[in-house]
């Protein structure tokens, strides 16, 4: 089973990027957006993994815990790997230090049941589209640089996911396979 651990985007602000997704598809063909509904920040990726895996993963992201709730901004946007030959484009996530250490906590955690760690620093983002050619962009960036500052919300996160991942010629879907608070109880 193909696995991450994320964080839900809240309706409300789904919703305001389901509008600039609307306003954004007829300006390229170039770009396979993501579906709104499906909208997550991902923590961690785990990739393919056996149902035994799965229940490791489970029992280490249990215990897995801030002090303090997790507040988090939607805004801003940009490319990866650069603006200059871009292939994703993605919104920002703009947080304390709190959601690099919650990444951090997870990246530990389950490498101590074989998880491979990742080798980019953890970059905190929601991926918008997938560029299937490069060059076919100017709309889209000048698109984003006339409507900025990009701006979609705040919320606290209580909660992370375990999903699991299907790949389809339609793109991804996600099933949610455990939840965990982000806080311990009071």
Do not use: C
Request: glycine share 6%.
């Amino acid at each position: 089973m193909r696995a991450f651990v994320a964080i839900d985007i809240p309706e409300g602000i789904r919703h305001k990027i389901a509008n600039l997704l609307e306003a954004l598809k007829p300006t390229t063909k170039s770009v396979r957006w993501t579906h709104p509904e499906g909208m997550h920040l991902t923590l961690k990726f785990l990739g393919e993994l056996s149902l035994d895996q799965i229940e490791a993963v489970k029992e280490q992201l249990a215990s897995v815990r801030l002090r303090a709730p997790l507040s988090l901004q939607v805004r801003g946007a940009g490319y990866f790997p650069s603006e200059r030959s871009p292939r994703v484009i993605w919104l920002g996530i703009s947080a304390g230090p709190e959601l690099a250490e919650l990444a951090g906590h997870i990246e530990e955690s389950l490498a101590t049941v074989g998880i491979p760690k990742e080798k980019r620093p953890f970059s905190a983002h929601l991926t918008l589209g997938r560029l299937q050619t490069p060059d076919k962009i100017l709309a889209v960036k000048e698109f984003l640089q006339r409507h900025e500052p990009l701006e979609f919300g705040s919320f606290t996160a209580e909660e992370i996911f375990l999903y699991e991942s299907r790949l389809s010629p339609k793109g991804s879907t996600y099933r949610k396979i455990a939840r965990f608070p982000v806080t311990a109880s009071p």
